[in-house]
């Protein structure tokens, strides 16, 4: 059977919110590996958002107000999603409990660049040939 794809999650979040919105991401899956020894699994590194809502398409901000730039404390994690209904399952919990309006999140499919394991039975098939070859 084959290893379920693995993806990154990386998304921001306004402080107050951190806890509550990785809680619902890994109660969906995320931050584990399968066979691991560890859950809840993620990396933070703290920054400043910046946003201008739009109030003549609407804009009806959690944080700030309606046509002026809001600089948010805001926290970037990243997460390891294994399997395709995991990385799913996590976005929609996101969606869920993030406080903003819409949210920024980005998606990666992480290659495995493993070296593929070579069976030796190839290898000393290829070695008899030859050597009945030179015969």
Known sequence: MAPLARYKLIFY????????????????????????????????SRGTGQFLPVAEKGANPAIGEAGKVAK????????????EGTVRESIKALKR?????????EVYKIEDFEKPKRSPGVLQNIQKYIFRQLR
């Open 13 to 44: 979040t306004p402080l107050p919110a951190l806890e509550k919105v990785k809680e619902a991401l890994f109660a969906a899956g995320a931050g584990t590996h399968p066979g691991s020894k560890y859950s809840h699994c993620c990396f933070e």
């Open 72 to 83: 948010v404390d805001e926290m970037k994690v990243e997460v390891l999603c294994v399997g």
């Open 97 to 105: 409990t993030h406080p903003y309006e819409e949210v920024a999140y």
